[in-house]
Nanobody, 124 residues
Framework: QVQLVESGGGLVQAGGSLRLSCAAS????????MGWFRQAPGKEREFVST????????SYAESVKGRFTISRDNAKNTMYLQMNTLKPEDTAVYYC?????????????????WGQGTQVTVSS
């Protein structure tokens, strides 16, 4: 079993930055891909970014490409999401997840473990 805890969310003005962290415990996650998803009020959960087991391969949703950067530190069992040039439409609860295999996808059904989420609010 894997427990995931997100942190780093908060309120920021448009154009600002935040760095989310996702700390895993219970077992090592170094051989599994991880990902970030988000859910805005009244909307379905959507893919944000994924990173493979080694950190050597990443993928982003078009809406965040060039602004967000995903990374991981397997020695610390932790994943990060650096979010720059934030926009009001980035407002959502952000969830981290551990995939079922070494490479990730943009489908939430491919992820086995989920955190509780951290709120990101971007004011205009």
């Amino acid at each position: 079993q894997v427990q995931l805890v997100e942190s780093g969310g908060g309120l920021v003005q448009a154009g600002g930055s935040l760095r989310l962290s996702c700390a895993a415990s219970g077992r090592t996650i170094s051989t599994y891909a991880m990902g970030w998803f988000r859910q805005a009020p009244g909307k379905e959960r959507e893919f944000v970014s994924t990173i493979n087991w080694s950190g050597g391969s990443t993928s982003y949703a078009e809406s965040v490409k060039g602004r967000f950067t995903i990374s991981r530190d397997n020695a610390k069992n932790t994943m990060y999401l650096q979010m720059n040039t934030l926009k009001p439409e980035d407002t959502a609860v952000y969830y981290c997840a551990v995939a079922r295999r070494y490479s990730g996808t943009n489908s939430d059904t491919d992820y086995a473990y989920w955190g509780q989420g951290t709120q990101v609010t971007v004011s205009s």
